[in-house]
C-alpha cells in the first residue's frame, strides 16, 4: 500500500512524495510531465554546448566557459521572455534554437571566433537574441 501525500519542503515550496509500505520515501517530480519537459530542454542545452565547444577546439576546463555560459543564461532567459511576449510558441525545438544564438553570441562577446559555417542561421531567433543582447 503507499501513501501519497504533499510535504512542505522549505517555506514556499512544496515536495510531492510517496512512501511505500516500510515507509521510504519516493521523490515523484520526475513524473511530472512539466518537469520531464525542462529536463529534456536541459540536456539538449547541454548537447547544443558540447558540440558548440568541440566545433570551437575549446576546453571544457577553459577559464572564458564560465563568463559565457553565464552570458548566454542571462540573454536566453531575456529571450524566451521576449518571445512570449510576441506570441511565439515556446516548443522544445524553438527553446534550443534560441539557445543555441544565445551561446554563439556570448562566445562571441568573449571573443571567440566562429566560423560562418557553424553559425546558425535562425533569423527570427537570431533577431530575438540581437535586441537583448544590446
Known sequence: MRIQGIQDSE???WEVIS????GK?????????AV????????G???????????LRLSLLDNRLRSIRE???GFYNRATVLAVERGIRLTDST???IYRVCLQQALSIAGITISSDLLTDDS???ELVREVSR
Open 11 to 13: 517555506p514556499g515550496g
Open 19 to 22: 512512501k511505500d509500505k516500510r
Open 25 to 33: 520515501e519516493h521523490d515523484n517530480w520526475g513524473r511530472d510531465p
Open 36 to 43: 520531464q519537459h525542462i529536463r529534456r530542454v536541459f540536456a
Open 45 to 55: 542545452m547541454e548537447q547544443i554546448q558540447k558540440i558548440q565547444l568541440d566545433q
Open 71 to 73: 552570458t548566454a543564461l
Open 95 to 97: 527553446m534550443l534554437g
Open 124 to 126: 527570427p531567433l537570431g
